[in-house]
């Protein structure tokens, strides 16, 4: 019996690059990745719309409440400038409210499409409906709200 010595095959050179394999492996990471980041890229307009919404919704609340507990009228403008309240008190109308109530612009290029509305809070905390547009972007979104003051959010046409 002849014995060998040593393995039967010896490459010549050792392989250089990458095998198909591992290049098609690199290239689903990238195109998983690049695919996440452009969802959330595009889906930011609406992200932005849904945080003045909730915003929006905290001042109806607040305002619902403080029309109830103190017993008086307020009235909720919108507007391209922002959103501003004013509280009927002594006869007269006030619009130099404080804290969550203050008069405040929109938010993060969130703009106001429609003509400005005004919403009137009864002194019960009950709300006249109204159903206006905001902008983000190229993104519009139709907002409505109902005599609770709940606020819905629908993508515009």
């Given at each position: 019996?002849?014995?060998?010595e040593?393995?039967?095959?010896?490459?010549?050179?050792?392989?250089?690059?990458?095998?198909?394999?591992?290049?098609?492996?690199?290239?689903?990471?990238?195109?998983?990745?690049?695919?996440?980041?452009?969802?959330?890229?595009?889906q930011?307009?609406?992200?932005?719309?849904?945080?003045?919404v909730?915003?929006?919704?905290?001042?109806f609340?607040?305002?619902s409440?403080r029309?109830?507990?103190?017993?008086?009228?307020?009235?909720?403008?919108?507007?391209?400038?922002?959103?501003?309240?004013?509280?009927f008190?002594?006869?007269?109308?006030?619009?130099?409210?404080?804290?969550?109530?203050q008069s405040?612009?929109?938010?993060?290029?969130v703009?106001f499409?429609?003509?400005?509305?005004?919403l009137?809070?009864?002194s019960t905390?009950l709300?006249?409906?109204?159903a206006?547009?905001?902008q983000?972007?190229?993104?519009?979104?139709?907002?409505?709200?109902?005599a609770?003051?709940?606020?819905y959010?629908?993508?515009?046409?």
């Open positions: 019996m002849v014995k060998r040593g393995p039967v095959w010896q490459p010549i050179s050792r392989p250089r690059g990458f095998s198909l394999i591992e290049v098609l492996v690199v290239l689903a990471i990238i195109s998983i990745t690049l695919a996440g980041i452009s969802v959330s890229f595009f930011s307009d609406g992200r932005k719309i849904d945080e003045q909730s915003q929006l919704s905290e001042v609340q607040t305002v409440d029309a109830s507990l103190l017993n008086r009228l307020h009235r909720i403008h919108l507007s391209a400038r922002g959103i501003q309240v004013d509280e008190f002594r006869g007269q109308w006030r619009d130099n409210l404080s804290g969550p109530l405040r612009p929109w938010r993060d290029g703009s499409v429609d003509p400005p509305i005004t009137v809070v009864e905390g709300f006249s409906s109204a206006f547009r905001l983000y972007g190229q993104q519009q979104s139709r907002v409505s709200t109902n609770f003051g709940e606020v959010v629908a993508a515009a046409p």
